[in-house]
């Protein structure tokens, strides 16, 4: 209760003092336009008012200014007495929407009044009104409209009125703002009645309305796909095809009306559609349409699509196809060309392509293709039967047309003649250019020298990456043509040979050809860059050839670059036909690194870094050094071995001394012969045979003293070979001579010269030494400890065959006992009568 008590006085006194403030809350100025809603572009006037209560002019001059959002603007005062009224005029406003305000100079600047104006267009008349009847579940009828082009910045309402004339029944439908579609339920329209539908646009500037249309809701259906049921022949028609054909199930209702078709139609092997559908008008779903005037043979694809009167028509139905009746060909074959002589076996190898030319048809799906050298063709003379477009065989040289006929299962068609031209060594073609038209097409560009015996051109192309020949196509021109668009699936990136033939009279010339590309990219790899030799500062750098499928276009250059570590980076240039370059002047003593870049006109792409060095000797270095070694080393052997020859006898001398052979000694025949007659006293039965390798006979001198006839004791250098050769004995005490190996033999020396008669002393029979290898073996037939043969006139001293007891010789001993013990000696007895 007391709270109740409370709020009521709060609100008693909040009444009074609004009641009691009333008049502060004025505002001190009135502004008035001529209208707050104006057309973009158009004048503005205003006028402002102060009042006379106005607690910021009492007693104070007045000065009114006019703004416009934050820019001033000038006014034209109307003078009184107050200077409290002004007015504003506004030529031209282009703001969609604006403040307006009155203000009283003051410190600082008092606004007193002010107003909202909002600039815009009036609506235009919607554009492109249309409606369409769904006839699915459910059924509604739709429209649309564009607002127009101009904006008109303005709030604008659209409504949508219907009037059905069979009831006089009206309908109004509001928008909400920005839409522009409609749909209206199946409860506001009639399907087979006339309706007057139209659209109003309004704003604060004005209306429009859209142009109204009448129409039937069922005729504005646009109905669902139609169904083809299937695609017959006509029994014995020609080029004609039957189709059978209804509505959607859930438009089925409508059978038995009449509806507008249209149908197309377009070969199974084409990949575009017939210029122009065939309409068929007023036909019922219940009837099948026959389409004629088609080719023979030919599988043709069909669709459909209907509309009921003037409606909108449908969707393209699924395609299903149909064969039409065949007929023999028609019509001839385009044909070129090749032949080349094999002059030893006096035959012609022919390269035969066709194609079908404009006027041929093969009025049937199997066709196949007979060459054959008589006109009417039959398995005699039949060349070669394929259903292709290609065909090689040989001919006689002397050959000189053929015939190229189409055959299916209703006939055949007139045969085609096909000269026969033979090849020449001439042309007349040069500067054969290919530029990509556009993905699907090359343009061949050639220049031609003037003959008079040139009748053509044939332009012919084939991929390069395919091995069939059937691939190839051609194409002829006349001789006055010098460029020719080829047309085709040409793929991107991949590559094709195209050729250009001149044709004579006579003949087919040489041609030119060019490797082309519609489209063409950075290759896809890089081939590995191989080190071939290296010599001095140079290295040669090799690579294997790019594989055709891996170029992805036509190649510029090769360029390889090369660094070392304290150098700049070096570009070679190499020629795309030799697939070598050589680095020159490379520095010995740093290693390098190389990298090749492959470039297309469709882009570039590096390939793997090598690394190499430069060795400061290098293998062809080498083998010059090794080389001159040798020639300089065989010339010395060679100078070696003459100059042995031309010295044999010296160099055998001095590396070789000469040493008896006792098995071919001259003594073996002498004491052979000289033993046949003599008989030693001393011994009566025959001796055996000793053979001395070698005989010396040294003229003594003969002195009158002891001690000069003693031939041991004469001077040293008359004797030295001897002295040396008994002191170096081995069988003497003390024995310290060079040749450890000797093996030592006997010598003997008489005491009388040679031509004297034979001495009554005995001969003096000394051990020497021998360094011939064969006497080793022979060592142990030796005797073991030889002696001199003492005499009278020798003393003891003079003894140096080893240390045997019995060496000084006893007086009045048997010489033959002597003889015995020495063989060597014994083969050298003498009597007086050989001496004599």
């Keep these: 209760m007391i709270s109740t008590w409370v709020s009521v006085i709060v609100m008693l006194v909040a009444f009074v003092n609004g009641a009691r403030n009333e008049d502060d809350i004025q505002p001190c100025a009135e502004v008035q336009t001529s209208s707050s809603v104006v057309p973009l572009g158009s004048p503005v006037t205003a006028t402002c008012v102060i009042r006379d209560g106005c607690h910021l002019v009492i007693r104070q001059a007045v000065h009114i200014e006019w703004r416009l959002g934050h820019h001033s603007l000038p006014s034209s005062q109307v003078a009184n007495e107050s200077g409290r009224f002004s007015e504003v005029v506004i030529p031209s406003f282009n703001h969609t929407r604006e403040f307006l305000t009155c203000c009283v100079q003051a410190s600082p600047v008092q606004v007193v009044g002010g107003v909202e104006i909002r600039a815009g267009y009036p609506p235009e008349a919607p554009q492109n009104f249309s409606c369409q009847t769904n006839l699915t579940t459910p059924e509604t009828l739709t429209c649309s409209w564009d607002p127009g082009q101009q904006e008109t910045h303005l709030h604008t309402m659209y409504t949508l009125h219907i009037k059905i004339w069979d009831s006089n029944e009206n309908h109004t439908y509001e928008l909400l703002p920005g839409v522009h579609r409609y749909t209206i339920p199946r409860s506001g329209f009639v399907l087979f009645s006339n309706m007057e539908i139209y659209v109003k646009a309004v704003n604060e500037l004005g209306e429009a309305a859209s142009a109204p249309i009448i129409l ?82 030919t599988q043709y694809l069909v669709q459909i699509r209907v509309r009921y009167q003037q409606g909108p028509w449908s969707e393209w139905s699924s395609s299903r196809s149909g064969v039409t009746l065949e007929s023999a060909p028609t019509g001839r074959l385009d044909s070129w060309m090749k032949a080349s002589g094999d002059h030893m076996h006096k035959q012609l190898n022919i390269h035969l392509f066709w194609k079908p030319s404009k006027q041929f048809r093969a009025n049937a799906q199997n066709v196949s293709y007979i060459v054959s050298v008589k006109r009417l063709p039959g398995e005699k003379g039949k060349l070669c039967s394929t259903k292709g477009n290609y065909c090689t065989f040989k001919l006689p040289w002397k050959a000189k047309k053929v015939y190229l006929s189409a055959i299916n299962a209703a006939g055949k068609s007139h045969p085609t003649e096909v000269r026969i031209y033979l090849p020449k060594a001439s042309s007349v073609i040069s500067d054969v250019t290919v530029l990509p038209h556009d993905d699907r097409s090359l343009l061949v560009q050639w220049r031609s020298l003037v003959s008079s015996s040139l009748t053509g051109f044939v332009v012919e192309w084939r991929p390069l990456l395919e091995t069939d020949l059937t691939l190839t196509q051609f194409e002829i021109t006349d001789r006055n043509q010098t460029q020719f668009l080829t047309t085709g699936s040409f793929e991107p990136y991949k590559p094709y040979g195209i050729s250009v033939y001149p044709r004579f009279k006579d003949g087919i010339g040489l041609p030119q050809t060019v490797n082309a590309y519609s489209r063409q990219k950075a290759p ?45 980076i070096k570009v070679v240039n190499a020629d795309p036909e030799e697939r070598r370059v050589v680095l020159k002047d490379l520095n010995t003593v740093s290693p390098y690194e190389a990298f090749m870049m492959v470039s297309t006109f469709g882009g570039s792409l590096n390939g793997s870094t090598i690394h190499f060095e430069i060795e400061p000797f290098d293998v062809v270095a080498v083998v010059m050094i090794v080389t001159v070694s040798g020639v300089g080393l065989s010339l010395l052997i060679i100078f070696i071995v003459l100059a042995c020859f031309s010295n044999q006898q010296r160099l055998k001398g001095q590396f070789w001394p000469a040493v008896p052979d006792p098995a071919n000694s001259s003594i073996k025949r002498w004491t052979s012969e000289s033993t046949q007659d003599s008989h030693l006293s001393w011994d009566n039965e025959e001796p055996d045979p000793m053979y001395l390798s070698h005989l010396s006979f040294l003229d003594l001198p003969v002195k009158r003293s002891k001690e000069d006839d003693d031939p041991w004791l004469s001077n040293a250098e008359d004797t030295s070979d001897l002295g040396e050769s008994i002191c170096g004995s081995p069988f003497i005490r003390g024995y310290s001579g060079s040749n450890s190996d000797s093996v030592p033999y006997a010598t003997v020396i008489f005491s009388s010269p040679c031509n004297s008669p034979t001495p009554k002393e005995a001969h003096v029979y000394l051990r020497s030494e021998s360094t011939q290898p064969l006497l080793e073996t022979e060592e142990s037939f030796s005797p073991k400890c030889y002696h001199n043969m003492a005499n009278d006139r020798m003393p003891s001293e003079q003894c140096f065959f080893g240390p045997s007891h019995d060496c000084v010789p006893e007086k009045g001993a048997d010489p033959g006992i002597l003889w015995d013990d020495f063989p060597f000696l014994r083969a050298l007895a003498l009597n007086d009568t050989q001496n004599d």
Aim: aromatic share 10%; with cysteine.
């Design 524 to 568: 896809s790899m890089v081939p590995k860059i191989q080190i071939k030799k290296i010599w001095q500062s140079h290295i040669e750098l090799t690579w294997n050839e790019m594989p055709l499928d891996q170029r992805n276009g036509i190649i510029q250059n090769y360029k390889i670059f090369y660094w070392d570590k304290k150098g700049p």
């Design 216 to 297: 039937e809701p069922v005729s504005a259906a646009k109905f669902d796909p139609p169904t083809i049921l299937k695609v017959q022949v006509v029994p014995k028609k020609y080029g004609c095809l039957k189709l059978s054909w209804s509505l959607s199930q859930q438009q089925a209702w409508m059978r038995d009306y009449r509806f507008n078709l249209e149908v197309q139609l377009k070969t199974a092997d084409s990949s575009q559609r017939s210029e122009q559908p065939i309409l068929v008008s007023h036909v019922r779903p219940t009837r099948s349409v026959d389409q004629c005037r088609l080719l023979h043979g």
